[in-house]
């Protein structure tokens, strides 16, 4: 069973801060991807990364794929109030060259306050 | 190009009773995917269909829960005798297999079921 642990759970933040939310696995995955929900919606996909040691830059949001490609990390710079929501990372194992199910972490809960 | 859609978005129902969802992929897309997520978890998977083949259902997926794809485009997600614990947020994703982004799933807004 592959498990995808984030931390920290929840955040609470001012407007203008940094913050780092990881996401880690004992298992290897083909990609990993980075989603946001917003409360009673579904998640909206972020950013997908494939590659060991890859990092995206999407305005203020950093993603970085660990190189043994187990573990995941999104920076946020700046926090904005229109940032707060649940970050959730899932990984996915590709059978046959293609994707396959997705293996969601918990999330981390991101409020930003003005 | 619209996203997918998931009908409806909520649901309330009494115990026992039947309910199904429909879900509508974005329209090129060939993999179809069901997810279940209940509050303060992330979702987990039900089952997913490439085309209208059924190609795995987790054991999550009860012999109360059936899912279908009749042509390979929209899909149903009905569930017998509803109990309790089968309240949760019901959420449907598609992707492209063999396109080069094969690897993203995008998901609709969700049916939130909730069992009384």
């Known amino acids: 069973t592959q498990l995808l642990e984030q931390s920290p759970q929840f955040l609470s933040i001012q407007e203008g801060e940094n913050l780092t939310v990881y996401c880690n696995s004992s298992s290897v995955f083909s990609s990993l991807q980075w989603y946001r929900q917003e409360p009673g919606e579904g998640p909206v996909l972020l950013v997908t990364v494939v590659t060991g040691g890859e990092v995206k830059k999407l305005k203020r949001l950093t993603f970085q794929f660990g190189d043994a490609r187990k573990d995941s990390s999104l920076h946020i710079t700046a926090a904005q109030p229109g940032d707060t929501g649940l970050y959730l990372c899932a990984g996915a194992v590709a059978r046959g060259g293609s994707n396959y199910k997705l293996t969601f972490g918990k999330g981390t809960l991101l409020t930003v306050n003005p | 190009d619209t996203g997918v859609s998931q009908d409806p978005r909520h649901k309330i129902t009494k115990r026992g009773q039947n309910v199904t969802f429909r879900c509508d992929p974005i329209s090129e897309h060939n993999r179809l995917y069901w997810y279940r997520q209940t509050l303060g978890q992330g979702p987990e998977f039900l089952t997913y269909?490439?085309?209208?083949?059924?190609?795995?259902k987790s054991r999550l997926l009860s012999d109360r829960f059936s899912a279908e794809r009749p042509k390979g485009s929209f899909s149903t997600l009905e569930i017998q005798r509803t109990e309790q614990g089968d309240s949760a947020m019901y959420l449907c994703?598609?992707?492209?297999?063999?396109?080069?982004?094969?690897?993203?799933?995008?998901f609709g807004p969700g049916t939130r079921l909730t069992v009384t």
């Open positions: 994703a598609s992707s492209l297999l063999g396109g080069g982004d094969s690897y993203e799933q995008y």
């Open positions: 269909f490439q085309n209208e083949a059924q190609l795995e």
